[in-house]
């Protein structure tokens, strides 16, 4: 009904998370005049640079959370890398990076809260 969509608009919105992909850290180094590069292995779906956050893991704990910076491969700016891929990762206020942390790249999704009590 016209009221149970209206009443719907006005719950806060739930924010859910939807995993993109994974990658594990393979090698750090610096680049001078673009800082700590982690060197990666992408190891299921994808790392994205715009739109997405991710998560730095190390041994199952969270060090970091934020965006993605730069993502190059070989050199050239990338918008995503795909499982199977290695690619070089600059962490937006993150410089420290590890051998063996694992990098989670996630979306924020918007999902409407849904009225259960019958509304007539």
Known sequence: ??????????????MRE??????????TFKVTGAGAVAGCYVTQGKLIR?????RVLRAGVKVFEGRIQSLKRFKEDVAEVTHGYECGVILAGFADARKGDRIDC???????????????
């Not at 009904?1 to 739930?14: D, N, Q, T, W, Y």
């Open 1 to 14: 009904s016209e009221i149970k969509a209206a009443l719907e608009g006005l719950l806060a919105p739930i």
């Open 18 to 27: 939807n995993a993109v992909g994974s990658a594990d850290v393979r090698n």
């Open 50 to 54: 715009a739109e997405a956050s991710v």
């Open 106 to 120: 996630f979306v924020m999704v918007k999902e409407l809260k849904k009225l259960t009590a019958n509304v007539s």
